[in-house]
């Protein structure tokens, strides 16, 4: 028998040299003769490989060097959030039927896949107050960009506004999304919003903002279609549980994060993009959309009803080239949100908002501390501080507190005047959490630590 060299490929030496003679070459070097000779096998200075074992130990060694959340008080957040995740939702979320399940082509064969499809589009077009939810997106960012790109399909318009409230992460998937096509991206004021709409394809604006700050949505509506244009929320699903939908606001797409609805945070997703909009537009929305129907004997059953992508139809006409969809974390949502119910997902917001204003009214009585918002916000807020938000937060991380600095991740932070940190509360948030933030806030505020003061 023939010694196959390469345990991990099923290519004996025998079927190596049958394959290389039948193409007429003596070896695979001479395949890669466009590569440089000394560029081929370099001699890296690296020391010798380690065993299994070894890798493991030395990447855990590695890992054991991170501070996690969770390991301390914990308030960073924004569209990703540290929330509760009940038992219950990975439990049935990962039954191998969910999790080996792929696309949906053939709905035959697909009847459970596609009625959890259903049911998390049922879902969260209640929450949302929308006619119509897809699902779904790959992550707030994409669904951000598309919802543009829709509105520049609906209007024959090219030039998309866009608030700098709205996150950052989701302003530059916007721009490197537009690029291709030449779209117009305006940055401005969520304040000046309305103002701008004229000309525009859509204006998207985020209630909350980035920084926590409520956003009266119906005057940015209501100018967007005295202009022709159509208006883009991003929003959060917990905040709809409380604070008015996007539907009732007038909005005609609604897009943002679905992570905190029971999907655990993870350097790099999966992360579940939520998009909506109004019926008049279900022509134009990419991704797919699971409907429901009945058979010739009136059997309850589930089907693509539309998936508007360049796979299916012709290429020029297709919406997206959106395609394998987060199809498991929409699942996951559904599960999460259907164990909660309305009075969960309230209860959980409300203790998120409840805590920071607790938090904020004490952080605000520290003499050189004060909350930036520009006005009312949710479960998010901004501190502004004399020594600025970079210093603060790594004066915070030195004590075991995690926080986020605009000035750091925020691209148009100081451009916007705000060198703040903001802080997030979840109904994970405790109260010895507050005190301990509060307590190292003041401690350093009395101090003028060295840190804070470079």
């Keep these: 028998m ?15 040299r049958t394959m290389l003679a039948a193409i007429g070459v003596d070896s695979v070097d001479e395949l890669l003769t466009a590569v440089p000779a000394n560029a081929r096998r370099p001699k890296l200075g690296l020391p010798p490989g380690m065993s299994e074992m070894e890798v493991q130990a030395h990447l855990e060694q590695l890992a054991a060097r991170n501070m996690k959340a969770g390991d301390g008080p914990f308030f960073i957040g924004g569209a ?12 049935l979320a990962f039954r191998g039927e969910f999790l080996t399940a792929y696309t949906p082509y053939q709905a035959e064969v697909s009847q459970g896949t596609l009625q959890a499809v259903f049911e998390y589009q049922s879902l969260m077009a209640e929450l949302l ?21 829709m509105a520049v399909r609906a209007t024959g318009r ?23 096509p030449e779209v117009d991206v305006v ?77 655990q945070m993870s350097y790099g ?22 409907g429901q129907t009945v058979d010739v004997n009136g059997t309850r059953g589930f089907v693509n009803t539309l998936q508007t992508r360049e796979q299916h139809i012709r290429r020029e006409k297709a919406t997206s080239n959106i395609c394998t969809n987060e199809a498991l974390a929409a699942i996951v949502a559904a599960i999460y949100v259907a164990l909660l119910g309305p009075e969960g997902l309230r209860a959980a917001a409300r203790a998120g908002a409840t805590r920071a204003h607790a938090l904020a009214a004490r952080l605000a009585a520290i003499p050189g501390c004060e909350v930036a918002n ?25 004590r075991g507190i995690q926080v986020e600095a605009t000035a750091a991740h925020y691209v148009d932070g100081k451009r916007q005047g705000r060198d703040d940190v ?32 470079r």
């Design 269 to 290: 997703g999966p992360h579940l993009g939520i998009f909506a909009c109004r019926e008049a537009l279900v022509r134009q929305m990419p991704g797919r959309i699971a």
């Design 374 to 398: 520009d006005g009312p916000f949710f479960d998010r807020f901004t501190l502004r501080t004399a020594m600025g938000g970079w210093a603060l937060r790594n004066a915070l991380l030195e």
């Design 2 to 16: 023939s010694r196959n060299s390469n345990p991990y490929s099923p290519h004996t030496d025998d079927d190596r």
């Design 422 to 453: 903001i802080l997030q509360c979840t109904e994970l948030t405790t109260a010895a959490d507050v005190d301990a933030l509060a307590t190292a806030v003041g401690a350093l505020a009395r101090s003028g630590d060295a840190a804070m003061a």
């Design 129 to 149: 107050a929308m006619d119509v939810v897809n699902s779904s997106m790959y992550d707030g960012g994409s669904a951000v960009a598309e919802a543009a790109f």
């Design 187 to 263: 940055e401005v004021p969520s304040a000046q919003l309305a103002a701008s709409a004229a000309g525009a394809a859509c204006v998207i604006v985020q209630h909350p903002d980035a920084f926590g700050t409520l956003v009266d949505v119906r005057p940015v509506a209501d100018a967007a279609h005295a202009a022709g244009a159509l208006c883009v929320q991003v929003t959060e699903p917990h905040a709809c549980a409380l604070l008015e939908p996007p539907g009732p606001l007038g909005v005609d797409i609604a897009v943002g994060e679905g992570q905190p609805l029971g999907i």
């Design 80 to 91: 990703i959030q540290r929330r509760y995740v009940p038992a219950a939702v990975p439990a």
């Design 158 to 180: 090219k030039r998309v506004v866009v608030g700098m409230e709205v996150d950052y992460t989701y302003r530059r998937t916007l721009r490197t999304y537009s690029r291709g």
